[in-house]
């Protein structure tokens, strides 16, 4: 029966995905059990083996049925092979929701940013296990309802600077590893907590700091879109590779984003969590030439000051963060930089004498 009905509601509603909600709970025969009030498996394990097997199989149809169709788990603990094939074990979905990165993003950007530098781990420790599972990173219904209020109120400051932390979130989410759910109401900065007896507020794009956030979800959604490095290897680290996951001090992670084909030009990415500017703030290459700012979450059209590093950015060669070519850039407060290598160093071979 239950498998019958996911796939009416793929087949009649054309549904694009099935999510299947604490799925921990199913897994574990002593999920919220106090000792007693739950039996053992037939190997003695509290594992519980009939629900493995029918997550297994309810993918295995789901998939056989409806190959575009997308299946996620909403599993909150360290169970292997969530998102990896029934035939090499795993339970088979497509994907896995990443709690963790939710929840240490969400509490890394309610601190003060002046105590941001002594709680650096919390924003960089996501990617220890990043691809252990085919994460997808969730900003969702349950963040924003019983008490919790909306993800604007999470952001500490003035009214400008939740706006840019709010660009600054979502410029750090989009280029992190893994797929993107984003909450309807969110992509506008909603103030107010979700109420499903009420319409999304739309009308606070009449502000044009709202119409900024819409613009920024907007734009990077094109630039997910639109560019191989940030999706074509969000489940493999070979598409991700860290510059500087230690500037604790400044509040900042670097990092190079890579699609499969060596040909098509990396992303340098800059986040930088803290209200102040940061000039001549250099930062290390993969490759030496000319590169470009593509997305900046500071400019005008965003809400933001304008703070943009205009024109080709011509590689030195110097020496940073163990590389051999960088560039001086400026960070803006709460900001996000995407660099693009525009063109890269002429390779000169000399001539036989």
């Not at 789901?62 to 990896?84: K, L, N, Q």
């Not at 349950?142 to 209020?149: Q, R």
Request: proline fraction near 5%; include cysteine; glycine fraction near 8%.
């Amino acid at each position: 029966f239950l498998i019958s009905n996911a796939l009416f509601w793929l087949d009649v509603y054309h549904a694009d995905g099935l999510r299947v909600d604490a799925v921990a709970s199913m897994l574990y025969l002593d999920y919220s059990r106090n000792e007693g009030e739950w039996v053992p498996n037939q190997y003695g394990g509290k594992e519980n083996l009939e629900a493995i097997s029918f997550l297994r199989e309810f993918n295995e149809v789901v998939y056989r049925e409806f190959p575009d169709a997308m299946t996620i788990a909403e599993e909150s603990t360290a169970w292997p092979g969530v998102s990896r094939p029934t035939w090499t074990g795993g339970l088979g979905f497509g994907q896995k929701w990443m709690m963790g990165w939710m929840h240490d993003t969400l509490n890394y950007f309610k601190l003060d940013p002046l105590f941001r530098k002594h709680h650096h781990h919390q924003i960089t420790f996501s990617l220890v296990y990043a691809f252990s599972e085919n994460f997808m990173l969730p900003l969702s219904h349950d963040e924003v309802v019983h008490g919790k209020g909306s993800l604007m109120d999470r952001m500490p400051g003035t009214l400008e600077d939740k706006f840019a932390q709010m660009r600054l979130l979502y410029g750090y989410m989009f280029t992190h590893p893994g797929t993107k759910l984003l909450f309807m109401g969110d992509e506008i900065a909603q103030t107010s907590e979700w109420d499903f007896k009420a319409s999304v507020r739309w009308d606070l794009l009449q502000y044009d700091h709202h119409k900024g956030v819409q613009a920024v979800v907007a734009e990077l959604n094109r630039l997910y879109r639109n560019h191989k490095a940030l999706h074509e290897r969000q489940f493999e680290p070979e598409g991700f590779e860290w510059i500087d996951y230690g500037d604790a001090d400044h509040s900042v992670l670097t990092y190079v984003r890579r699609a499969k084909d060596p040909s098509v030009p990396p992303l340098v990415v800059a986040c930088h969590f803290t209200p102040v500017v940061r000039e001549h703030y250099r930062i290390g290459l993969p490759a030496g030439g000319t590169w470009r700012e593509i997305f900046n979450t500071d400019e005008q059209r965003f809400g933001g000051s304008g703070l943009r590093n205009e024109g080709p950015l011509e590689a030195e060669k110097k020496e940073w963060h163990g590389r051999e070519y960088s560039i001086s850039v400026t960070l803006p407060p709460f900001g996000v930089c995407i660099f693009e290598l525009e063109k890269p160093l002429k390779k000169t071979t000399r001539k036989a004498a």
